[in-house]
């Protein structure tokens, strides 16, 4: 069965740091393509960055950008979202989701994800 299970969440005070960790179970991440999205109460689920598991491409919102850094730890089967710099306009649930590819440079589209993870809250308040 495949599994993605998200954790690093909280609250956290503007200009602050937090890393999530996305944690895959019943397939290797090698040959996926991994994202992590986010959803603001009210607002559309955005995509915020995404990773290719192959080659290790990855492609990053304009809005997180020098702020965010994604990678993956193949011997953890897990992937990380270092967020740096935090904006209370980054709160929200935070989810990683894949898909299956094979040396394709990863896209951000919700609707190409097969696989999501139940979320995680971040949020950046004073």
């Known amino acids: 069965q495949l599994q993605l299970v998200e954790s690093g969440g909280g609250l956290v005070q503007p200009g602050g740091s937090l890393r999530l960790s996305c944690t895959a179970s019943?397939?290797?991440?090698?040959?996926?393509?991994i994202g992590w999205f986010r959803q603001a109460p009210g607002k559309e689920r955005e995509g915020v960055s995404c990773?290719?598991?192959?080659?290790?491409?990855?492609l990053y919102a304009d809005s997180v950008k020098g702020r965010f850094t994604i990678s993956m730890d193949t011997a953890k089967n897990t992937v990380y979202l270092q967020m740096n710099s935090l904006k209370p306009e980054d709160t929200g649930l935070y989810y990683c989701?894949?898909?299956?590819?094979?040396?394709?440079?990863?896209?951000?589209?919700?609707?190409?994800?097969?696989?999501w993870g139940q979320g995680t809250q971040v949020t950046v308040s004073s």
């Open positions: 019943g397939f290797a991440l090698d040959y996926y393509a």
């Open positions: 990773m290719e598991g192959t080659d290790g491409s990855t």
């Open positions: 989701a894949a898909y299956f590819t094979v040396q394709a440079m990863c896209v951000m589209p919700a609707s190409v994800y097969d696989y």
